[in-house]
């Protein structure tokens, strides 16, 4: 049960940082400056995580395995990450920018479930999208 809840409890943990941190980039920064920082760091941190959890491992037999989504991952957590920036510094606030976009990725992803991986369009994911989209009107109620 533990194996299945951690990552998404890691997940959370994660995205909880990472708001309040998109949200403190100092607003005179460039955001690519920012991300330049960002992603050093965390390649860095890859780099040493991967050692650390694969001692007889080879990053060379690794990379050879490589294909297209690790380059197109790279773009879009880009565009991911200066999108949230760029949300903060127009003015969303943190308790409700995070809840509107995933509210849009999750009927997006439906359909996305659907289309590219054949996943199942139940009648309750047709209500949850419904249930996302009222949940946007109420969350954004002055």
């Not at 949200?23 to 920012?34: E, G, L, Q, R, T």
């Not at 959890?53 to 990379?63: D, P, S, V």
């Amino acid at each position: 049960m533990i194996s299945y809840i951690w990552p998404i409890a890691l997940v959370v943990f994660s995205n909880v940082v990472y708001q309040v941190c998109a949200k403190s980039v100092p607003a005179d920064m460039n955001p690519f400056a920012s991300l330049t920082v960002t992603y050093l760091v965390g390649a860095a941190s890859s780099g040493l995580l991967y050692f650390v959890f694969n001692r007889q491992g080879n990053i060379i037999k690794e990379l050879a395995k490589i294909n297209w989504a690790p380059f197109v991952l790279g773009l879009v957590i880009v565009g991911l990450e200066v999108g949230f920036i760029y949300a903060y510094k127009a003015g969303w606030q943190v308790s409700t920018a995070s809840v509107v976009q995933s509210s849009f990725l999750a009927v997006a992803l439906i359909f996305v479930g659907f289309i590219l991986f054949h996943e199942a369009l139940t009648w309750n994911k047709l209500v949850g999208v419904a249930v996302c989209l009222v949940g946007l009107v109420i969350i954004n109620l002055k």
